[in-house]
């Protein structure tokens, strides 16, 4: 079967695809190649997403783990978002306030909840991993349906951050809200 498309969209998912049969022949572990998924997708989420302000130098990818932080850094493309060199950085509450993207893996997320339900944070993309993450206290989240790495998005509370995501990327997602009742 030969697969032909102009569509970017579907280009960047056969890419990543194709980046997750390549990790396994490499011998690395099925969250390392998960992680590495997912940072193709948070590339392609950065690059479809418009800040109303970037007060920065650099674009700051902001992580909770150092682990994540160092699987993600190797799997983002290291183009330059948003006309800035990307800088990779590992926070805890109360140290994202330069962070324009922050990724909260799953074992983190009780540790943000009560920060970020307590403190709006203007101008970061909030992307995490865990059930119901995007309904109460994130953007965009990811999630397994069908053996398959899906994404849902809140787009609600992206627009109250001064966060746009583009409709194709929109198009892709599960769109939530923060008063819809969990699956």
Known sequence: MIFITNNPMQLFFLFCILCCIASNSYGASSRDREYQIKSKLISYFIQFSRWKNIPAQHFNFCTTNERVNTIVELGLDKKRWHNLSS????????????????????????????HLLKNKLINTLIIGEKQGFARNIGH????????????????????SSNITLSSKVLRLARLVNSTQEQP
């Open 140 to 159: 965009i989240n990811f999630f397994l349906a069908d053996n398959k790495l899906r994404f849902e998005v809140n787009n609600e509370r992206l627009k």
């Open 87 to 114: 800088k990779f950085i590992i926070v805890k509450p109360h140290e994202e306030e330069f962070c324009q993207v922050l990724f909260i893996d799953r074992d983190n997320t009780e540790l943000w909840q009560e």
